[in-house]
């Protein structure tokens, strides 16, 4: 089973000021994810990452930028938060094995923003 | 890449079987139907998936028809902690940008 570790699990934050969610995964897997997802609402592709030095924007636009220099970790930056970016943030991992590879996802940050 | 038609609730007595539909009429032959779960506001959990045959795993059974073009989840003996939104996504090679839709919230009755 795949360990997905997000940190922190719920963030209360100011307007204006950068934060970094932190995602990490112990399996190795290539592929990672970042979505977002509203109260009660659908899931949303904001970023997500082949491999190392590789990223890719999503279906949803976001004001938000990832990083992937290691494999096992793929952070996601806010330069100045907005209460807009009030939302929680998923983060999910895969194997690279075409289709036949299923997401295993973190249980989330919930980011408010004042 | 194919989209999924869900209804947006069930209800399902405890103990009972808990039937799942989803339907995929447009899904191409290199597509997996996944299924996915999310209790209250956790990550969504995976449950299973498979390209053309029945699958079936300590969590649930996936039947799919014939021609593809739907499929059901099946967990057999629903407890309360089954109370979620499932979600029936479909994805091939080279497609990252997985649809996950609304769901079907499913409530477990005592």
């Known amino acids: 089973e795949a360990d997905i570790y997000q940190t922190p699990r719920y963030l209360v934050i100011g307007t204006g000021k950068k934060i970094t969610l932190e995602c990490s995964q112990t399996m190795g897997h290539d592929k990672m994810y970042w979505y977002q997802q509203d109260p009660g609402m659908e899931l949303h592709l904001i970023h997500y990452?082949?491999?190392?030095?590789?990223?890719e924007k999503g279906d949803l636009s976001s004001e938000s930028t990832v990083s992937r220099i290691r494999t096992e970790h793929f952070p996601l930056t806010l330069e100045s938060a907005r209460p807009s970016h009030t939302s929680q943030y998923l983060c999910?991992?895969?194997?690279?094995?075409?289709?036949?590879?299923?997401?295993?996802f973190g249980n989330g940050t919930r980011l408010t923003v004042t | 890449d194919a989209k999924t038609t869900q209804p947006p609730s069930m209800d399902c007595a405890e103990g009972r079987a808990a039937n799942l539909p989803c339907n995929h009429s447009?899904?191409?032959?290199?597509?997996?139907v996944y299924w996915y779960r999310q209790i209250h506001s956790q990550g969504p959990q995976y449950i299973i998936h498979?390209?053309?045959n029945n699958e079936t795993n300590e969590m649930a059974s996936l039947i799919i028809t014939e021609d593809r073009k739907s499929s059901t989840l099946i967990l057999p003996h629903a407890t309360l902690r089954d109370t979620a939104v499932y979600y029936c996504i479909v994805s091939a090679f080279g497609n990252e940008k997985l649809t996950f839709g609304t769901g079907t919230r499913l409530t477990i009755i005592p």
């Open positions: 498979g390209l053309k």
């Open positions: 999910a991992s895969s194997e690279d094995l075409g289709g036949n590879s299923p997401l295993h």
């Open positions: 447009t899904i191409s032959g290199n597509e997996y």
């Open positions: 990452s082949y491999g190392v030095n590789s990223t």
